[in-house]
């Protein structure tokens, strides 16, 4: 490149000496050309003054998870933003004397006790209800301890509760940490996906659910739900359900 670049060069060179010969083959000296007067230059035109244009603010589509007083918000997961009817519960008041609560729960979801756990109790809905071949369910834990619980106990039972999981399913997938309330007192939760095999040879089904977990006096609430991902929005309304109607005995 860099020779072929200087034999243009040497090229013009050429052009430009042969031209300049020409000039001179008659013999006589070259006569000036007249000057020309140069043309006034006109002045400058000043442009108007145009001013910055004014920027609406743009109304973000609901990808963020509104929080509830004193909630911290959630970025919504795609696959949770419903297109059908919202799905409608009708509640009725459940009493536990073993936990020593109410709360508000679907009345069709049926109790059960979790095997070797007195302080823990799981709904599930029932089969006919089931959306995606999946029955969704709550479960609720009261443990009890010899000294008053805080919000690090609360953080560090929440970190328990996500390693017993995913130790069975693998695939677990967690949002960051984030605070509610309930019962008066302040708690911690996060949100979490799983993706479920449901049968051989079919895609497994994404799954969402929420643990939150709450120190009051020297009890650790908790509650977790899980359900089709695509039907977050109603089951978490099942989730707040509880949240917001629970009260100790």
């Known amino acids: 490149m860099k020779r072929f670049a200087k034999v243009l060069a040497l090229l013009l060179a050429i052009l430009l000496m042969a031209s300049g010969c020409a000039v001179f083959q008659g013999g006589a000296e070259p006569t000036e050309a007249p000057t020309e007067t140069p043309a006034p230059t006109p002045a400058p035109t000043e442009k108007p003054y145009t001013p910055e244009p004014t920027i609406t603010p743009r109304t973000l589509a609901a990808d963020v998870e509104m929080p509830e007083g004193g909630a911290t918000p959630l970025l919504i997961h795609p696959i949770d933003e419903p297109t059908r009817p919202p799905l409608v519960f009708n509640y009725v008041e459940y009493t536990s004397q073993q936990l020593g609560i109410s709360f508000n729960i679907p009345a069709s979801w049926v109790a059960s006790q979790i095997e070797g756990n007195s302080n823990a109790l799981v709904f599930t809905e029932p089969d006919s209800e089931a959306h995606d071949g999946f029955a969704s369910s709550v479960t609720i834990v009261v443990n ?3 000294g008053t619980q805080s919000l690090e106990d609360a953080t560090a039972e929440l970190d328990s509760v996500i390693s017993q999981i995913r130790s069975s399913y693998p695939s677990l997938d967690v949002s960051s940490k984030a605070s509610n309330k309930m019962l008066g007192e302040q ?9 479920m095999e449901l049968a051989e040879g079919e895609e497994p089904l994404k799954t969402r659910g ?12 908790q509650i977790r739900y899980i359900c ?7 089951y978490e309304n ?3 359900k509880i949240r917001s109607t629970m009260t100790e005995l």
């Open 228 to 234: 089709p991902a695509e039907y977050n929005s109603d």
């Open 144 to 146: 009890t301890y010899s």
């Open 238 to 240: 099942v989730f707040k």
């Open 210 to 221: 929420r643990i939150l977990i709450v120190p009051k006096n020297r009890k650790l609430y």
């Open 187 to 195: 708690g911690t939760y996060v949100t979490y996906w799983i993706s």
